[in-house]
């Protein structure tokens, strides 16, 4: 079993900034890669950025240029948001694509909310 835990969020005036943790937890192999989606009200889950462990990394048009997603070590992610808007308002989710040997599974945290205001 993993165990995905994500902090950081919270409420932040529009061009500001925020950085997220998330930490995966539990018994695994390795990690294979980590990810970071939002949901917002009356929205579908999207994903922003997403980083594996050969180094590769992937943002969504929505925020490239503005949030960055790092490594803290082979464990750990993080997501430096820059330059902050209202339309980034959602709840922020952390997945751990974690590799059990035999089979790959995703984890997801219990998410940490971002508001953004004008």
């Known amino acids: 079993q993993v165990h995905v835990m994500e902090s950081g969020g919270g409420l932040v005036q529009s061009g500001g900034s925020l950085r997220l943790s998330c930490v995966a937890s539990?018994?695994?192999?390795?990690?294979?890669?980590m990810a970071w989606y939002r949901q917002s009200p009356g929205k579908e889950r999207e994903k922003v950025a997403h980083?594996?462990?050969?180094?590769?990394i992937r943002y969504s048009d929505a925020v490239r240029g503005r949030f960055a997603i790092s490594w803290g070590n082979k464990t750990t992610v993080f997501l430096r948001m820059d330059s902050l808007k209202p339309d980034d308002s959602a709840v922020y989710y952390c997945?751990?694509?974690?590799?059990?040997?035999?089979?790959?599974?995703?984890?997801w945290g219990p998410g940490t909310p971002v508001t953004v205001y004008r």
């Open positions: 997945n751990a694509n974690a590799d059990h040997e035999l089979y790959y599974k995703d984890y």
């Open positions: 539990g018994r695994f192999l390795t990690i294979l890669s």
């Open positions: 980083i594996y462990d050969n180094g590769r």
